[in-house]
C-alpha cells in the first residue's frame, strides 16, 4: 500500500490549492478515505472524509463550506480542492486510507503528507 500525497505549497490569504494523493497497492473505489492535517506543535486533525460508495462527504466545521473532497477512482486519485485559504489552514496534509473514527485517531496506512503554508 502506498499513499502519495502533493500540491501542497505557500499561498496567501484567501487563495486555493488542490491537493492530491495517488494510492496504489489497493483499489481506491473499495475505500473510505480521510483528509487529516498536523499543525506545527499540535496533534493530528481530522479535515474531511468520503465514503466508498462516494455519496458521503463529511467535513470538519473548521472547513466546511471552502474544502471539498473528491475522488477520481479511475485515476485511483483522492482530491482535497481547498479555497479561502486561512492562516489556521497552515500545516501538513496526509490522506488516509481509513474512515473518519479511525483516521483522526492515527489509525490508517497514511503518505509522507505535503506541506501547506497560508502566510501573507
Known amino acids: 500500500v502506498q499513499l502519495v500525497e502533493s500540491g501542497g505549497g505557500l499561498v496567501q490569504p484567501g487563495g486555493s490549492l488542490r491537493l492530491s494523493c495517488a494510492v496504489s497497492?489497493?483499489?481506491?473505489?473499495?475505500?473510505?478515505m480521510t483528509w487529516v492535517r498536523q499543525a506545527p506543535g499540535k496533534g493530528l486533525e481530522w479535515v474531511a472524509s468520503?465514503?466508498?460508495?462516494?455519496?458521503?462527504?463529511d467535513y470538519s466545521d473548521s472547513v466546511k463550506d471552502r474544502f471539498t473532497i473528491s475522488r477520481d477512482n479511475a485515476k485511483n486519485t483522492l482530491y482535497l480542492q481547498m479555497s479561502s485559504l486561512r492562516t489556521e489552514d497552515t500545516g501538513v496534509y496526509y490522506c488516509?486510507?481509513?474512515?473518519?473514527?479511525?483516521?483522526?485517531?492515527?489509525?490508517?496506512?497514511r503518505g509522507q503528507g505535503t506541506q501547506v503554508t497560508v502566510s501573507s
Open positions: 488516509v486510507a481509513a474512515p473518519r473514527v479511525l483516521a483522526r485517531r492515527g489509525i490508517g496506512d
Open positions: 497497492g489497493f483499489t481506491l473505489s473499495s475505500r473510505a
Open positions: 468520503i465514503n466508498s460508495n462516494d455519496f458521503g462527504r
